[in-house]
């Protein structure tokens, strides 16, 4: 596995890297080498693959800002250190998000160096003289992210540039939106055709588990569709998932354990190795921050430990009694003890701290070097999007059996002789309890009845700036200004 992750060389990075801190789109690279040449055999076109997986890792995307998605969605608080500490993110959860926000701009531009690079495997790979099955993998993978990228994309942003194709001098470079209805059909086309062209999981060495397969692609796929309410659709893509050998893990803190990363329940995770290279904050670094930025502060319960994401009163309160799901998500007052330590609630604004990602001293002695993945897609989750599909057709019977086995694992009773309406209710805080802080909550809270019922719950929590306009984020003022092409969303 390691050696997947790390196969990212400086010749890759001179060849495709996007600037992080320039436009959403950037101009070829203006350097000595030339892409034509480099795309020569298989091993250019692995490490190119590898490349494109490689943004998924920074903190544009899953190293913090789709966690911190939780905070917005009123599952947690922001925490850290208090004054500006932050700020960006509290601003995201107060919805007095301005156009300015730093958070808004990283998850703009945090897909644009994976598109891009993903566009140049889909056209470059094809004319390698190389193994076909190796070649078909590796554009499965290249559909696989292109489509993961832009889903990110369209569900923060609605409309965005659609950009199919490595962008070079003479291209307009500063293209206008797309409806989002296109950017849906290219991710539902790249994902049929990467479900079709990826190896199912079990075929994979130790060194590539972590890669997109075809269960990754069919169950991102269902989630699409869930996400648009096709709930035919849905239902037939996790049936095909229950097919491919997944399972969930006899108990729900094996998810989160860094020793049985990529395990048996796990569609996709996001890879980290506890390699912070050079440095922590650069995007080269293969440490993840989850134990770093969550542990509980002033605890030394971790190495770091900077006290980020608290969970809410409520929150911990939407716990069923009996739900072993508790224990191993957070900590709380009389909580079981954390690598032989008592937890203490002084140690949280909240009086509750996360538990869910982190890692002893013993696995991350020093703050950079966490190994600890992140968790994209899981069985749990699409036994829940199958419970949801049946149920929205209408039989909520039939929703029982998915729904209750993810019960079940939590030592809780199983769920009989309910409405449909009374399903739906359940089946949504199921999700929450079981998907809780895995940057899950905020999508499901902006689907569903058209982000009403989000708005609903996010009210009814104090949240009362949440209205309409923020079911979408705000067009990044510096993208406007160097792009009059780019228009804004309603209400900002």
Same mark, same amino acid.
């Given at each position: 596995?390691? &050696?997947?992750?790390?196969?990212?060389?400086?010749?890759?990075?001179?060849?495709?890297?996007? &600037?992080?801190?320039?436009?959403?789109?950037?101009?070829?690279?203006?350097?000595?080498?030339?892409?034509?040449?480099?795309?020569?055999?298989?091993?250019?076109?692995?490490?190119?693959?590898?490349?494109?997986?490689?943004?998924? #890792?920074?903190?544009?995307? /899953?190293?913090?800002?789709?966690?911190?998605?939780?905070?917005?969605?009123?599952? &947690?608080?922001?925490?850290?250190?208090?004054? $500006?500490?932050?700020?960006? *993110?509290? $601003?995201?959860?107060?919805?007095?998000?301005?156009?300015? !926000?730093?958070?808004?701009?990283?998850?703009?531009?945090?897909?644009?160096?994976?598109?891009?690079?993903?566009?140049?495997?889909?056209?470059?790979?094809?004319?390698?003289?190389?193994?076909?099955?190796?070649?078909?993998?590796?554009?499965?993978?290249?559909?696989?992210?292109?489509?993961?990228?832009?889903?990110?994309?369209?569900?923060?942003?609605?409309?965005?540039?659609?950009?199919?194709?490595?962008?070079?001098?003479?291209?307009?470079?500063?293209?206008?939106? *797309?409806?989002?209805?296109?950017?849906?059909?290219?991710?539902?086309?790249?994902?049929?055709?990467?479900?079709?062209?990826?190896?199912?999981?079990?075929?994979?060495?130790?060194?590539?588990?972590?890669?997109?397969?075809?269960?990754?692609?069919?169950?991102?796929?269902?989630?699409?569709?869930? @996400?648009?309410?096709?709930?035919?659709?849905? %239902?037939?893509? *996790?049936?095909?998932?229950?097919?491919?050998? +997944?399972?969930?893990?006899?108990?729900?803190?094996? !998810?989160?354990?860094?020793?049985?990363?990529?395990?048996?329940?796990?569609?996709?995770?996001?890879? /980290?190795?506890?390699?912070?290279?050079?440095?922590?904050?650069? !995007?080269?670094?293969?440490?993840?921050?989850?134990?770093?930025?969550?542990?509980?502060?002033?605890?030394?319960?971790?190495?770091?430990?900077?006290?980020?994401?608290?969970?809410?009163?409520?929150?911990?309160?939407?716990?069923?009694?009996?739900?072993?799901?508790?224990?191993?998500?957070?900590?709380?007052?009389?909580?079981?003890?954390?690598?032989? #330590?008592?937890? $203490?609630?002084?140690?949280?604004? @909240?009086? +509750?701290?996360?538990?869910?990602?982190?890692? @002893?001293?013993?696995?991350?002695?020093?703050?950079?070097?966490?190994?600890?993945?992140?968790?994209?897609?899981?069985?749990?989750?699409?036994?829940?999007?199958?419970?949801?599909?049946?149920?929205?057709?209408?039989?909520?019977?039939?929703?029982?059996?998915?729904?209750?086995?993810?019960?079940?694992?939590?030592?809780?009773?199983?769920?009989?002789?309910?409405?449909?309406? #009374?399903?739906?209710?359940?089946?949504?805080?199921?999700?929450?309890?079981?998907?809780?802080?895995?940057?899950?909550?905020?999508?499901?809270?902006?689907?569903?009845?058209?982000?009403?019922?989000? %708005?609903?719950?996010?009210?009814?929590?104090?949240?009362?700036?949440?209205?309409?306009?923020?079911?979408?984020?705000?067009?990044?003022?510096?993208?406007?200004?160097?792009?009059?092409?780019?228009? #804004?969303?309603?209400? +900002?």
């Amino acid at each position: 596995m390691k &050696s997947f992750k790390n196969t990212f060389i400086i010749l890759i990075v001179s060849l495709l890297a996007v &600037s992080c801190s320039e436009d959403f789109l950037e101009k070829a690279p203006l350097d000595s080498i030339n892409t034509d040449n480099y795309y020569q055999t298989g091993e250019d076109a692995i490490n190119a693959i590898n490349g494109a997986y490689q943004p998924l #890792q920074w903190p544009k995307l /899953y190293n913090m800002r789709m966690w911190t998605s939780d905070i917005m969605a009123g599952n &947690s608080i922001v925490g850290a250190g208090g004054g $500006d500490d932050g700020r960006e *993110t509290q $601003d995201m959860a107060n919805f007095v998000t301005t156009t300015d !926000n730093a958070g808004v701009l990283d998850l703009f531009r945090g897909p644009a160096p994976g598109i891009l690079r993903c566009n140049m495997v889909l056209q470059k790979v094809p004319a390698i003289d190389m193994d076909e099955n190796l070649k078909n993998r590796i554009l499965g993978e290249a559909h696989f992210l292109r489509a993961h990228y832009y889903f990110i994309l369209v569900r923060y942003f609605g409309d965005v540039p659609l950009i199919t194709e490595p962008q070079v001098p003479g291209d307009d470079l500063r293209p206008a939106r *797309t409806d989002k209805n296109q950017v849906y059909d290219l991710i539902i086309e790249d994902l049929t055709t990467a479900k079709e062209l990826l190896p199912v999981k079990s075929s994979y060495s130790s060194t590539d588990l972590g890669r997109a397969t075809k269960g990754a692609a069919t169950g991102l796929l269902a989630k699409v569709y869930l @996400t648009l309410g096709d709930w035919g659709q849905v %239902l037939t893509l *996790t049936n095909e998932v229950a097919t491919l050998g +997944y399972k969930l893990n006899e108990n729900y803190a094996d !998810n989160f354990d860094v020793s049985n990363k990529n395990s048996i329940e796990s569609l996709f995770e996001v890879q /980290y190795t506890g390699d912070a290279g050079e440095d922590f904050w650069a !995007n080269e670094n293969q440490a993840s921050w989850l134990s770093t930025f969550q542990g509980p502060r002033n605890s030394g319960m971790v190495a770091g430990g900077w006290g980020w994401n608290q969970p809410t009163e409520e929150f911990v309160n939407a716990y069923e009694n009996g739900d072993k799901r508790k224990a191993a998500t957070v900590f709380y007052n009389g909580c079981p003890q954390f690598d032989g #330590q008592d937890y $203490d609630p002084v140690y949280s604004l @909240t009086g +509750y701290n996360l538990r869910k990602f982190l890692v @002893t001293k013993a696995v991350s002695p020093t703050y950079d070097n966490s190994p600890m993945n992140f968790p994209v897609l899981r069985y749990a989750d699409v036994l829940l999007m199958k419970a949801e599909a049946l149920n929205n057709q209408n039989k909520p019977t039939e929703a029982e059996v998915p729904l209750n086995l993810v019960r079940a694992r939590a030592g809780l009773p199983a769920i009989t002789d309910k409405t449909q309406a #009374q399903m739906k209710e359940i089946i949504l805080h199921e999700r929450r309890m079981e998907l809780a802080f895995e940057g899950q909550r905020w999508f499901d809270l902006i689907r569903v009845d058209n982000g009403q019922w989000g %708005l609903n719950f996010l009210h009814s929590t104090g949240k009362l700036n949440a209205s309409e306009k923020h079911l979408l984020f705000p067009v990044p003022l510096k993208e406007i200004e160097s792009n009059p092409k780019l228009t #804004q969303n309603p209400g +900002y």
